[in-house]
């Protein structure tokens, strides 16, 4: 998609852009949640390292992914397009969540996920699932779980949006940060690398994917802690929606803003403070 869009908007065959494909940790390490192996990061370190080195010009992630903290030198220097940013329930035996059966079991590694389905399913066994999105869903073909979560926009890229029972309402179950959002990393220093990157950036994903990440800054987010924010452009105001919840489920705090989109990433920074006066620093301490 990145490199079809470069071509297009700079006139060139794109075959002239080589893709080099990198295989990470997190690609590699299926059998453990990441939040125990190191974070969201190991989706991103190898491909990062290969930017550092000057072996890549380019990187292309998928932004709920990239850590919180980018590695010195490096920058988010554009977006694709958002797509869908909801989660979408995909369950063999229930078609929304308040269908499935008593007791029923969710396949998922993502804290997030686990503690939002804890908090409106209390009666809900989470087991881990990993793997890319066919691993997931053919692990629920053989029985690993009842249902699970996956993010709609990774469905409809594949084009598998059909297998999907229910698409969560994001003000109920809010979306991962970032979640929907290609982002584009390069090294801060290569002009020539960010101009070509800015023909194709788009400025609305760019706008929510910063007041989304200032938020998750604020509140010094990982793979650890169980945060979602969402932020969208309404006729030029930008709405956010903030959310912390505790690993179990049994407590969470809510932040919303509204303002100007020149202000995205102040408004995002200031629901991460409000969060984390409200919440106080044991809040995210894994019992």
């Known amino acids: ?60 992630h998928s932004a709920k992914d990239m850590q919180t903290q980018l590695p010195a030198g490096l920058v988010i ?10 989660d979408a329930l995909v369950s063999r035996t229930g078609k929304r969540i ?35 999105v066919e691993t997931r869903l ?5 029985g690993v779980a009842d249902a699970t979560l996956l993010a709609l926009a990774g ?44 023909k194709i950036d788009d400025a609305t994903a760019a706008t929510t994917l910063g007041a989304e990440r200032a938020f998750l800054s604020e509140l010094d987010g990982s793979c650890k802690t169980p945060i979602a924010g969402h932020a969208r452009l309404v006729d030029g105001e930008l709405r956010f929606h903030g959310l912390i919840v505790k690993p179990d489920g049994s407590c969470a705090y809510e932040a919303v803003r509204t303002g100007p989109a020149r202000d995205a990433e102040k408004l995002g920074a200031d629901a991460g403070r409000e969060l984390k006066h409200k919440a106080g620093p044991d809040f995210f301490v894994l019992q």
């Open 138 to 142: 053919r692990k629920l073909d053989e």
């Open 1 to 60: 998609m990145v490199r079809d869009q470069l071509a297009a908007a700079h006139g060139i065959d794109p075959q002239a852009i080589e893709i080099r494909i990198v295989r990470t940790s997190g690609d590699v390490i299926q059998d453990r949640p990441l939040s125990e192996v190191g974070g969201k990061g190991l989706f991103t370190k190898e491909i990062e390292e290969a930017l550092l080195r000057h072996e890549a010009d380019l990187a292309v």
């Open 155 to 198: 469905l409809r890229r594949l084009g598998l949006e059909a297998v999907a029972s229910a698409v969560l309402d994001p003000n109920e179950f809010v979306p991962a940060v970032g979640q929907g959002v290609i982002a584009l990393e390069t090294r801060a220093d290569d002009t020539r690398i960010r101009e070509l990157i800015a």
């Open 98 to 132: 308040a269908d499935l059966a008593p007791g029923a079991r969710i396949g998922t590694s993502s804290l997030r996920r686990a503690a939002m389905m804890r908090r409106l399913r209390p009666d809900i066994v989470v087991v881990p699932l990993r793997g890319n």
């Open 77 to 86: 220097a554009g977006c694709l397009p958002r797509e869908d940013p909801r």
